[in-house]
């Protein structure tokens, strides 16, 4: 167990039950376990627990509970108390809900952060995947913003990588997730409507922008085509999942994406991705051809599970 700085401590799970049962009465203390398994101590009147449960793999999320851990040391600190973070070895996870908590509080740098840490504890090390969220949590100005487009395609991929592997996607599942991704001032954006029976689709909060790739270039060659005008014109929108495409994603990875009133052709969605015309590789792919919709700025309200057709 080492000193962070005054009262913040990190550990193992080890160091965590000792410390609780060495502890002297009168002296509060504070425990963050980020692990499979909480360390099965009662929360009791002087002592605080807080389980964020999580495997030391890079893909799994500990960026959504960044904010909520840095919470709950920070209550600890206020109140001039002791708080251990803890994983099992104290090395990936506790050291990366550490680093999260110092680029909030001292407006750090991910980078500055790791430095500061190592100094003091040499044994950090967390895993790639969760330095890559500790750098998103910068992109985002070290807080967890659900609407930011950065952490909504976080998300997206880290669901679509389980899927991939499940090969199949539940309707509960897929519903929380669409409910997760809403933007709740969707209703400032301009619409989407089906061209052949003019149903509001999506608005503008749901679409994925990406980099423009290279053109053909980026493209095998059986499947290049040089003939075309502008070859790194995107044709297609790439959007999130929405609630009408429920009964299409359901029990499947890919397929094709229909109106639900019309049933006219839409586009296609793949949980693995899908290379826009342009060269860019999109993951996962909701993607809606230009050529199908038309835009328009008087869909105010959010898109639900039925869309109403205007």
């Not at 495997?55 to 600890?76: Q, R």
């Not at 099992?88 to 500061?116: C, F, N, P, W, Y």
């Not at 750098?135 to 997206?156: F, H, S």
């Not at 209703?187 to 423009?212: D, M, Q, V």
Request: with cysteine.
């Amino acid at each position: 167990m080492s000193l962070v700085k005054e009262g913040l401590f990190i550990g193992t799970r080890v160091d965590a039950i000792n410390l609780a049962n060495s502890r002297l009465p009168g002296n509060k203390l504070w425990i963050l376990t980020v692990d499979i398994e909480p360390i099965g101590i009662e929360e009791e009147d002087e002592i605080f627990t807080k389980h964020v449960q999580c495997v030391d793999e890079p893909e799994a999320d500990l960026l959504s509970f960044f904010d909520e851990c840095s919470e709950f040391i920070t209550n600890g600190l206020e109140n001039k108390e002791n708080v251990l973070v803890h994983c099992l070895s104290g090395v990936s996870r506790s050291a990366a809900v550490i680093l999260a908590h110092l680029m909030k509080t001292s407006q750090m740098s991910s980078d500055e952060a790791l430095v500061l840490l190592k100094n003091l504890y040499p044994k950090a090390n967390p895993n790639d995947g969760f330095i890559e969220q500790l750098q998103l949590y910068e992109a985002m100005g070290n807080t967890v913003d659900k609407t930011n487009p950065v952490y909504k395609q976080y998300r997206l991929q880290l669901l679509a990588s389980q899927i991939q592997s499940q090969r199949y996607a539940t309707t509960d599942f897929l519903s929380s997730l669409i409910e997760e991704l809403k933007d709740p001032s969707s209703s400032n954006y301009k619409g989407y409507k089906c061209r052949k029976c003019r149903l509001t689709l999506f608005n503008g909060a749901s679409l994925i922008t990406h980099e423009p790739g290279s053109g053909q270039m980026s493209f095998k060659r059986h499947k290049q085509d040089f003939h075309a005008v502008d070859n790194t014109q995107c044709t297609s929108l790439f959007i999130e999942p929405v609630n009408w495409m429920l009964p299409l994603l359901e029990g499947t990875v890919d397929g094709k994406l229909q109106c639900p009133k019309c049933n006219g052709r839409l586009g296609s969605f793949n949980w693995a991705g899908m290379q826009c015309n342009c060269g860019k590789w999109v993951t996962p792919a909701f993607q809606i051809h230009k050529n199908r919709v038309d835009e328009t700025w008087n869909a105010r309200l959010p898109i639900s599970n039925q869309p109403e057709s205007s």
